[in-house]
T-cell receptor, first 115, second 114 residues
Framework: GENVEQHPSTLSVQEGDSAVIKCTYSDSASNYFPWYKQELGKGPQLIIDIRSNVGEKKDQRIAVTLNKTAKHFSLHITETQPEDSAVYFCAARRGMKTSYDKVIFGPGTSLSVIP | GAGVSQSPSNKVTEKGKDVELRCDPISGHTALYWYRQRLGQGLEFLIYFQGNSAPDKSGLPSDRFSAERTGESVSTLTIQRTQQEDSAVYLC????????????FGPGTRLTVT
């Protein structure tokens, strides 16, 4: 069945450094890739997403890149701050305008930003 | 505007009892999902509702689990004869119908079965 792998499972960086989280997906029909941030005791929050017709998308300090050929996508956080510490989940979905397909989540990456 | 709300926020129950968890999605969101998250683990899909279509129940772990949704509004997840392994956070999310729409999660209900 469909699968999303995510690496690393844990990541520690110094404040101000960059953090990169990588995901791979198995379903070649996937064309929508959201990223979620989950802080302790809270539900996941959508932070950025990308469609398969785009190779890169930026929003302030976060960016997502997509390589459809390799079925890889990555989250990049620059100038990390302590408040970036959280668990990050990637996901893949066959996004279609008028129908739904199940969202497949990666297992998560626990990011710690050390002040 | 208001986000996804869930109630109760915490529930402690004795093994063997039934529990009912509630989710109020964002107004206008026709898609609604339930997930289970065990401590330190990822998101486990349980069930999905989309408009008037038949729900996708493929993630429900046993026949003790069931869920209902009234139209395009509130949903309830019911766990009968709870077991200790049911202890987890149950998360609800909603989204627009478009497959390119992200999901918006509620804060979850933490269920503890003693």
């Amino acid at each position: 069945g469909e699968n999303v792998e995510q690496h690393p499972s844990t990541l520690s960086v110094q404040e101000g450094d960059s953090a990169v989280i990588k995901c791979t997906y198995s379903d070649s029909a996937s064309n929508y890739f959201p990223w979620y941030k989950q802080e302790l005791g809270k539900g996941p929050q959508l932070i950025i997403d990308i469609r398969s017709n785009v190779g890169e998308k930026k929003d302030q300090r976060i960016a997502v890149t997509l390589n459809k050929t390799a079925k890889h996508f990555s989250l990049h956080i620059t100038e990390t701050q302590p408040e970036d510490s959280a668990v990050y989940f990637c996901a893949a979905r066959r996004g279609m305008k008028t129908s739904y397909d199940k969202v497949i989540f990666g297992p998560g990456t626990s990011l710690s930003v050390i002040p | 505007g208001a986000g996804v709300s869930q109630s109760p926020s915490n529930k402690v129950t004795e093994k063997g009892k039934d529990v009912e968890l509630r989710c109020d999605p964002i107004s206008g969101h026709t898609a609604l999902y339930w997930y289970r998250q065990r401590l330190g683990q990822g998101l486990e899909f349980l069930i999905y509702f989309q408009g008037n279509s038949a729900p996708d129940k493929s993630g429900l772990p046993s026949d003790r689990f069931s869920a209902e949704r009234t139209g395009e509004s509130v949903s309830t997840l019911t766990i009968q004869r709870t077991q200790q392994e049911d202890s987890a956070v149950y998360l609800c999310a909603s989204s627009l119908a478009s497959g390119f729409a992200g999901q918006y999660f509620g804060p979850g209900t933490r269920l503890t079965v003693t």
